[in-house]
């Protein structure tokens, strides 16, 4: 069973940074993060395909939002930059121990609120 806890969310203005962690029991799988607002579907942000390494984000962030993970200290990091009211949502952090997707998962966190204004 894998264990996932974020933190770094917050209320930030337009055009702000964060940086969202994650601190999991392993980060050697394809991990990701993924965000939900009220009433829309859940939209796949980042992810890191473990079997190259290679970082996958949604058009909708790329260029703003940078995804990497420390394997020595087992955590998952999203740095959220140029940020947009549309960036207002949950954010997860997520693994999944095969078939690397970045929006499909296993296992994934509580949760942390990202609020833009």
């Known amino acids: 069973h894998v264990q996932l806890v974020e933190s770094g969310g917050g209320s930030v203005q337009v055009g702000g940074s964060l940086r969202l962690s994650c601190a999991a029991s392993?980060?050697?799988?394809?991990v990701s993060w993924f965000r939900q607002a009220p009433g829309k579907d859940r939209e796949g942000v980042a992810a890191i395909y473990n079997a190259n390494g290679i970082a996958n984000y949604a058009d909708s962030v790329k260029g703003r939002f940078t995804i990497s993970r420390d394997n020595a200290k087992n955590t998952l990091y999203l740095q959220l930059s140029s940020l947009k009211i549309e960036d207002t949502a949950m954010y997860y952090c997520a693994i999944r121990l095969w078939e690397c997707s970045r929006t499909e998962y296993h296992y994934r966190g509580q949760g942390t609120q990202v609020t833009v204004s």
């Open positions: 392993t980060v050697r799988y394809c």
